[in-house]
């Protein structure tokens, strides 16, 4: 009779990678505190509150303005510490005292570069476009990503299957949540187009009249009219976000469908539009461009992600996460330059010139 030989476990080699990769690991699985402390920070008005304390504060100080009850007080130092250990804000107190890794009453939180980007001072404010990503339509698709995978409808994604719909029909439907989506996608493109207007200028010379396609509100058009006054500044979208958008002078509003018809002008303006779509809607939305512009002296001016441009490491992780993002969100994707190239071509333009802008992203010139 053969012997019944049990497998035993091999010991774990605790060495100083296992112990890195063990940290890793619970810092992936537990990840998503860091997107939930982040929103709970903006909402609570932590880095607003340091910036009106001179760009530095204690805990008696936040705890003095902020809107936080006398039972969560106590609570307050173990987030505190959370956020500064994750990078948000600095700590520091004195060093015989200990007490800024343990999260005492002396500590006093500074304002990070990133935390900057949250104070509500002007054209860098990004907690917006934070609440915009953070909220429960979002989070829900995203928890949906295993079941989608084991799903055979290809019509499906996960924000659908976890929503009942797509998510302009969603933010139709929630007025709140379709406030909060718009004054995110404003405050970002807020911040991109000061960078773009400044630094990209000579991609409107000769422009003279622009549509923005799936201009939302018009945060972009206004950045470019006010820049380039000469420039008559259109923006198309959805009857359901123009019919909201108060007339304000400085451009023109027009309902409609961007894969139906795009108004006449010698540019149109997509920013963060063609990620949303798979790459035969892209074409048709391409098709309505080439029949805006006029063939001699016209363009298209894109402000998108190009995967692998520029070849930064830390820009490249932001441009995956986008590209998962929009898996999770829409039918579309980030695309590196060979994919735009085809969409490009299947369109019928001929040729067009990229240039990196803020990091992660690219300004695209593209001609019939």
């Known amino acids: ?12 080699s605790y060495n100083d990678e ?10 992936l699985t537990y990840g998503y505190l860091k997107s939930m402390a982040l929103e709970c920070a903006v909402k609570l008005g932590i880095p607003n509150a340091i910036n009106r304390c001179g760009g530095a504060a204690t805990l008696p100080d936040l705890l003095a303005v ?23 804000f600095t700590a520091d107190a004195p060093a015989s005292t200990g007490e800024c890794a343990n999260g005492g009453a002396t500590a006093t939180y500074r304002l990070t570069p990133l935390s900057r980007l949250l104070v509500d001072d002007g054209a860098t404010d990004l907690s917006p476009f934070v609440l915009s990503q953070t909220n429960r339509y979002h989070v829900a698709a995203a928890l949906h990503l295993p079941e989608w995978f084991k799903s055979d409808d290809a019509a499906e994604m996960p924000f659908r299957m976890a929503n009942g719909a797509d998510p302009w029909t969603v933010f139709s439907r929630d007025p709140e949540i379709s406030r909060v989506f718009n004054a995110g996608m404003a405050a970002d493109t807020r911040f991109a187009m000061d960078f773009v207007v ?21 945060t972009a058009a206004r950045a470019i009219a006010r820049a380039f006054p000469h420039i008559k500044c259109t923006v198309l979208d959805l009857p359901s976000v123009i019919d909201s958008v108060p007339a304000d002078g400085v451009v023109k509003y027009i309902a409609g469908d961007m894969m139906s018809s795009i108004p006449k002008a010698d540019a149109v303006f997509l920013k963060y539009v063609f990620h949303d779509w798979d790459d035969e809607d892209c074409v048709k939305i ?26 930064k490491a830390m820009y490249y992780k932001d441009q995956v996460l986008f590209d ?6 829409t039918t579309g994707k980030e695309r590196d330059e060979h994919e735009w190239r085809k969409i490009f071509m299947d369109a019928g333009f001929t040729h067009h010139k990229t240039r990196p802008v803020l990091g992660s992203m690219a300004l695209i010139e593209l001609y019939p």
């Open 324 to 329: 998962l993002l929009m898996m999770v969100m």
């Open 198 to 218: 400044t630094h990209c200028g000579d991609a409107f010379d000769g422009v003279t009249s622009l549509v923005d396609v799936a201009g939302g509100t018009g």
């Open 66 to 88: 902020l809107p936080v009850p006398e039972g969560r007080k106590p609570y307050l130092p173990r987030l505190m510490r959370f956020l500064a250990a994750s990078g948000i």
């Open 1 to 12: 009779m053969a012997e019944n030989h049990q497998s035993v476990p091999v010991a774990t």
């Open 18 to 27: 296992v112990l890195q990769a063990h940290a890793e690991l619970w810092n």
């Open 286 to 311: 391409l098709k309505q461009c080439r029949k805006a512009i006029p063939e001699s002296g016209g363009k298209v001016i894109i402000v998108d992600m190009v995967v692998g441009s520029p070849s």
